[in-house]
């Protein structure tokens, strides 16, 4: 890589540099949180995958950083791979316009292809920034504020499971919770779903499980929801907190969700009852939440949820040939793929990706007449299954040969996957 004359990219092993990434997180990322009390939080960062750019001169210093989480088991289609997480992207507002960001997003993919890592995937605090990167949407969010009382439709066994409700305990629930949403990954069963990541790294658990005033934004302690069944094993759990409020002597409070997960339907169903029959309360706010969760099917009336949907997760293919045949598709094909990458050389080309019966691919190197042309973004932001090749062939970004309309279907219906990609959480 090549920085600036003055700057130089170094890896930061451990938390003796704590107080230089906190301050500078906070220049890139405005918090109201005091900085003593930021230094207090456990933090997910993942020391000796953390890198800064340092600068020297009169005032020498951490001029940006990023961090990678490793994240082995990253749900794709119909399997789990590896993924090198991009997170804390920050550059000093002292120090923008230098290509500092540029050279920090090469050293990553150079970083995630020698450690195996064939997609890189993020959350994006602009959205227009990562696509020049070859990083395209693969999964949005939906966020709903639901009407206290909203009518369900109704589902058989809900009545059946029990009701926990618990002050949050960390070393009580955290293991708990951690093993409900990890196995929400796999539902529907002998489907799954697409991008719910899990909290991997001992960081991630930690900062997941913590519960700080700081953090509370004036609402209450975060309480936990539990449903079980007859012999007391968890089906499902929201963590939430609520804040009261009051309008002409009328409860006016607000429920706010962190995440809500039920293994089956009948757990869905009982857990947001108890949610949407909270005392006092008027409303309950949740999100992130995948675009066809549960919820939005059980509501009568989803419309008066007020969904707001937006983008969630991107994901940028590192190693083209094995992050293809490293997913399932939905249908067999057989496809000539001409791809551009400006970054990854060793990813541009034509390649022809062959599909099974079973989903799985083969994917090499082809002479033949290209079928569909398309930039790495674009195969990125297909990659979980949500986003359909067709429709940005429709928006003019995949680019169908002449007479190779039937192609644009297979591929297009091959890649597809039957539940939408989507989490619960940013990171």
């Known amino acids: 890589m090549t920085l600036p004359d003055g700057y130089r990219l170094t890896r930061l092993d451990d938390d003796s540099r704590l ?38 001169g009169s005032a020498p210093g951490l001029a940006a950083m990023y961090g990678a989480y490793a994240l082995s088991a990253y749900p794709v289609p119909g399997v789990e791979t590896a993924c090198g997480w991009l997170t804390w992207v920050g550059v000093h507002p002292g120090h923008r316009r230098r290509g500092l960001l540029r050279e920090m997003i090469a050293h990553h993919f150079a970083d995630c292809l020698e450690r195996g890592e064939v997609i890189s995937g993020l959350t994006a605090a602009e ?52 093993r409900l949403h990890r196995s929400y990954a796999r539902v529907p069963e002998g489907i799954g779903r697409p991008g719910w990541a899990s909290w991997e790294t001992p960081e991630l658990r930690r900062a997941q499980d913590q519960d700080p005033p700081a953090l509370r934004q004036g609402l209450e302690a975060q309480r936990l929801l539990l449903i079980t069944d007859a012999a ?57 939440l995948p675009v066809d969760d549960p919820i939005l ?19 940028r293919i590192l190693d ?15 496809v000539v793929l001409e791809v551009t990458d400006a970054l990854i050389p060793a990813n541009a080309g034509r390649w022809r990706v062959r599909v099974d019966a079973s989903g799985r691919a083969e994917v090499a190197r082809s002479e033949d007449p290209a079928e569909l042309r398309l930039d790495i973004r674009e195969l990125g932001a297909a990659h979980l299954g949500t986003v359909s090749l067709a429709a940005l062939a429709q928006a003019g970004l995949v680019d169908v040969a002449d007479g190779s309309h039937a192609a644009l279907a297979r591929a297009a219906t091959a890649w597809s996957w039957p539940i939408t990609a989507g989490g619960s959480w940013v990171f």
């Not at 969010?141 to 109704?154: E, F, K, M």
């Not at 099917?297 to 994901?315: H, K």
């Not at 083209?320 to 057989?334: E, Q, S, V």
Request: hydrophobic share 50%; net charge neutral; aromatic share 8%.
């Open 297 to 315: 099917s059980l509501l009568v009336d989803a419309r008066a949820a007020m969904p707001t949907t937006r983008d969630l997760q991107w994901i």
């Open 19 to 56: 107080r230089e990434v906190i301050a500078l997180d906070a220049w890139a990322f405005p918090t109201e949180v005091a900085f003593d009390e930021l230094l207090r939080l456990e933090q997910p960062l993942p020391w000796g995958r953390v890198w800064g750019v340092e600068h020297g």
């Open 232 to 288: 007391g094993e968890p089906r499902g759990y929201a963590r939430f907190r609520r804040k009261s409020a009051w309008n002409r002597d009328v409860a006016d409070g607000t429920v706010q969700v962190r995440d809500a997960v039920a293994l089956d339907a009948a757990a869905a169903h009982r857990l947001w009852s108890v949610l949407l029959d909270l005392d006092l309360m008027a409303r309950i706010e949740a999100g992130p």
């Open 127 to 178: 959205a227009a920034i990562y696509g020049r990167f070859g990083y395209g949407m693969a999964a949005p969010q939906v966020s709903l504020t639901i009407p206290r009382g909203a009518a369900l439709r109704p589902i058989a066994g809900s009545a059946a499971l029990a009701v926990e409700m618990h002050e949050w305990d960390a070393a009580r629930h955290g293991p708990v919770v951690a």
């Open 320 to 334: 083209l040939p094995r992050a293809l045949a490293g997913r399932r598709y939905a249908a067999p094909a057989d």
